[in-house]
């Protein structure tokens, strides 16, 4: 088992800056590809940000240039920089951590979520 707990969301307004933590515990080593998702009222979790061992990252478009994601391996943490922040951000993001050569539908783990408010 792996857990993630997520820490850092908050209000914030917009144009302005979060960062998110998830630290991970159990089974879970440096190979995991770890993500960050988003689920807004009424719509599906969607992918942010994702970062494989590496550090090789992948982000959707809708953050690119604005959202950095990074690890650290010692400390089993990744964290999401978000800078730029505009309303549609508003979600609750999720911290989630995968075997590599899994799929996000398969074998995931997930964090509890934390809410980010930006309000205009």
């Known amino acids: 088992q792996v857990q993630l707990v997520e820490s850092g969301g908050g209000l914030v307004q917009a144009g302005g800056s979060l960062r998110l933590s998830c630290a991970a515990s159990g089974r879970t080593d440096s190979t995991y590809v770890m993500g960050w998702f988003r689920q807004a009222p009424g719509k599906e979790r969607d992918l942010v940000a994702h970062?494989?061992?590496?550090?090789?990252?992948a982000y959707a478009d809708s953050v690119k240039g604005r959202f950095t994601i990074s690890r650290d391996n010692a400390k089993n943490t990744v964290y999401l920089q978000m800078n730029s922040l505009k309303p549609e951000d508003t979600a609750v993001y999720y911290c989630?951590?995968?075997?590599?050569?899994?799929?996000?539908?398969?074998?995931?783990?997930w964090g509890q979520g934390t809410q980010v408010t930006v309000s205009s």
């Open positions: 989630a951590a995968r075997p590599f050569g899994s799929t996000w539908g398969q074998n995931a783990y």
């Open positions: 970062i494989r061992s590496g550090g090789i990252t």
